[in-house]
């Protein structure tokens, strides 16, 4: 599975939008982009996936670029509850048993 | 949506001793788990994906005669952490995937388990 690369913390104020960035300059074409959050002490939390089009759900939007070496996680009105480490994690969605390995992921704190 | 539970959500052991830490699905079936370890203020690494009536495979580095994982059916996998001393104190956390379904959430991951040895 490729490598990812984001910044190790970010603050955003509440209400605003929060962008938290990743770069995954190796990844393949049969590859996903995949983003977790975990809350402190808690399991992580599934955000968004996708391969190569924009994605939005009701938690948040994924922008990834043309060339797919990066991607944006998007949350639009992001709240205190938002505040967690958010994890971009790139695999091959293919196999059911496929792994998957965190990076460092990004501390996201949201302030009032 | 799927759901991954483990018990129990903290537990304290004397150094020397075994804990087990149970992983349920418990609205699916799942052949394969994983377990991972979370040191404070570090990422989830993972430690072994465990497999229906078979061995688990574990990760690099990580010692499978002190980690003992058992998966006896499609929605238990156990992991018993032997012999327990104070740097095996760690959260540790498993997850799951309900195979065979199209809904791509990834994987689910139960709440973690605290582990603390004295």
């Known amino acids: 599975d490729a490598k990812t690369t984001q910044p190790t913390s970010m603050d955003c104020a509440e209400g605003r939008a929060a962008n938290l960035p990743c770069n995954h300059s190796?990844?393949?074409?049969?590859?996903?982009v995949y983003w977790y959050r975990q809350i402190h002490s808690q399991g992580p939390q599934y955000i968004i996936h996708g391969l190569k089009n924009n994605e939005t759900n009701e938690m948040a939007s994924l922008i990834i670029t043309e060339d797919r070496k990066s991607s944006t996680l998007i949350l639009p009105h992001a709240t205190l509850r938002d505040t967690a480490v958010y994890y971009c994690?790139?695999?091959?969605?293919?196999?059911?048993?496929?792994?998957?390995?965190f990076g460092s992921g990004t501390k996201l704190n949201v302030k009032p | 949506g799927a759901v991954v539970s483990q018990h129990p959500s903290r537990v304290i052991c004397k150094s020397g001793t075994s804990v087990k830490i149970e992983c349920r699905s418990l609205?699916?079936?799942?052949?394969?788990m994983f377990w991972y370890r979370q040191f404070p203020k570090q990422s989830l690494m993972l430690m072994a994906t465990?497999?229906?009536?078979?061995?688990?495979?574990?990760e690099q580095g990580v010692e499978k005669d002190k980690f003992l994982i058992n998966h006896a059916s499609l929605t238990l996998s156990t992991l018993t952490v032997t012999s327990a001393h104070p740097e095996d104190s760690s959260f540790y956390i498993c997850?799951?995937?309900?195979?065979?379904?199209?809904?791509?959430?990834?994987?689910?991951f139960g709440s973690g388990t605290r582990l603390t040895v004295v």
């Open positions: 190796t990844i393949s074409g049969n590859e996903y």
């Open positions: 465990s497999n229906e009536g078979s061995k688990a495979t574990y």
């Open positions: 997850s799951a995937r309900e195979p065979g379904t199209l809904n791509n959430y990834g994987y689910t």
């Open positions: 994690i790139v695999r091959l969605r293919r196999y059911n048993f496929n792994k998957f390995y």
């Open positions: 609205d699916f079936q799942a052949t394969t």
